[in-house]
């Protein structure tokens, strides 16, 4: 006889998730480039809604996000019966795990790929599987090469998180093709605003059409909300009816969901984050090519961070202490088999210029 309840196996087998840190060991603030979040902070007319919800407080939200899914549906050309929301992105992909796959099923995700795959995989008692990369990028000949008969769901982030990397729309349909019909296809949008081009829809072209394809969106990124968590899903009206099975029917607030309506009508501001985060990343990309010759390397990025990688005689691990002490905080990520690579987010102008010059006068040491 068992002394105490005893979890299921597949829950103790769950790396806890590590989200990204804002002081040092020692307890000092210094500047966060750990989490991916929005430099420029939000939109003005999502703080004046928000604050606007104040004389709420004692409401129920509204459980059906009616009034979201209808703006995000006209601004999108989507169907808003087709729209599922969820406490961040995150909780729509745990609901894409909780009503696609069970105990002896399989979810492929690459293998540098975003951390809450792995975890809402486990969570339900499937098994992950693991999908080599192409020098950091998404390989959709790999991804193909894993499926079984037992592959319920294939979860690709694009832009990929850590990697950076985006898979182009060509690659995402040939590897929708390649899938059978009773696989879900996730994508995980959740850095699309800041794809360079017009491919911001292209997945949701995708779910509009085929009924195995969930395309995932954020808040939390471009829009700066990420305190408000609040994402959304696009899926065949099959698919999202059996999420909403397993819903909790009030995961967003009241004051979330007006900040967000409000954010999308700020047009101006997504067009400055993009403009800023654009000009910034292409600049720390180039100056970190020009430390080639000390073994640092800037993989391609699509997104709002850079993965950079040490090669040479500096190490990521060093590199990310030193960085510390010099008052950044950036995403090391051995947990993910990342133990030669930083992920640092695109800040201010001024972050930015700081990190890199930090990270110049650890190479010239
Ligand atoms: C940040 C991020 C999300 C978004 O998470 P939220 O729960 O919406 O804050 C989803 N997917 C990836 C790949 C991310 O990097």
Redesign the pocket.
């Known amino acids: 006889m068992t002394t105490a309840p005893a979890p299921k196996p597949w829950i103790m087998d769950i790396a806890p998730y590590i989200p990204g840190r804002s002081t040092t060991d020692d307890g000092r603030k210094v500047v966060k480039l750990s989490s ?1 979040e929005n430099p420029l902070g939000t939109s003005d007319a999502a703080r004046a809604a928000f604050a606007g919800a104040a004389h709420t407080l004692e409401r129920y939200p509204d459980a059906s996000g009616a009034e979201l899914r209808e703006t995000l549906a006209e601004m999108h050309g989507l169907d808003p019966a087709r729209i599922i929301y969820g406490n ?3 909780e729509v992909l745990h609901l894409a795990a909780g009503a696609f796959a069970g105990p002896g099923d399989e979810v492929i995700h690459v293998r540098y790929g ?1 951390a ?1 795959y792995e975890i809402a995989t486990r969570r339900v008692g499937a098994t992950p599987v693991i999908a080599p990369d192409n020098d950091y990028a998404t390989d959709v000949d790999a991804i193909l090469a894993c499926v079984t008969d037992r592959t319920r769901i294939v979860f690709v ?1 694009n832009p990929n ?1 850590p990697t950076g990397t985006y898979t182009p729309k060509a690659e995402i349909a040939r590897l929708h093709a390649g899938l059978r019909p009773d696989i879900l296809l996730v994508l ?1 949008h ?1 850095y699309a605003e800041y794809i360079e081009g017009d491919a911001e829809d292209g997945g949701m072209a995708l779910a509009e059409s085929a009924p195995n394809v969930l395309v995932t969106r ?1 808040f ?2 471009m829009y700066g909300l ?1 305190a408000e ?1 609040i ?1 959304w899903g696009y899926a065949s009206a099959e698919i999202v009816a059996a999420m909403h099975r397993i819903r909790l029917p009030f995961s967003i607030t009241i004051a979330g969901t007006a900040a967000a309506i409000a954010a999308l009508s700020d047009r101006d501001f997504v067009d400055h984050t993009r403009a800023h985060n654009a000009q910034w990343r292409a600049w720390f990309a180039d100056e970190i090519g020009k430390m080639g010759n000390a073994g640092l390397r800037a993989v391609p990025s699509q997104a709002n961070f850079v993965l950079v990688l040490f090669e040479g005689d500096l190490t990521a691990e060093a590199a990310y202490k030193g960085l510390m002490d010099a008052g950044y905080i950036v995403r090391w990520l051995p947990g993910q088999g990342l133990p030669n690579g930083l992920r640092i987010t695109i800040g201010t102008a001024e972050e930015t210029q700081g990190v890199l010059a930090a990270i110049r006068a650890l190479v010239e040491g």
């Open positions: 991916n961040g992105s995150d975003f809450v982030a998180n995980d959740a954020t939390s990124k990420a968590r994402g």
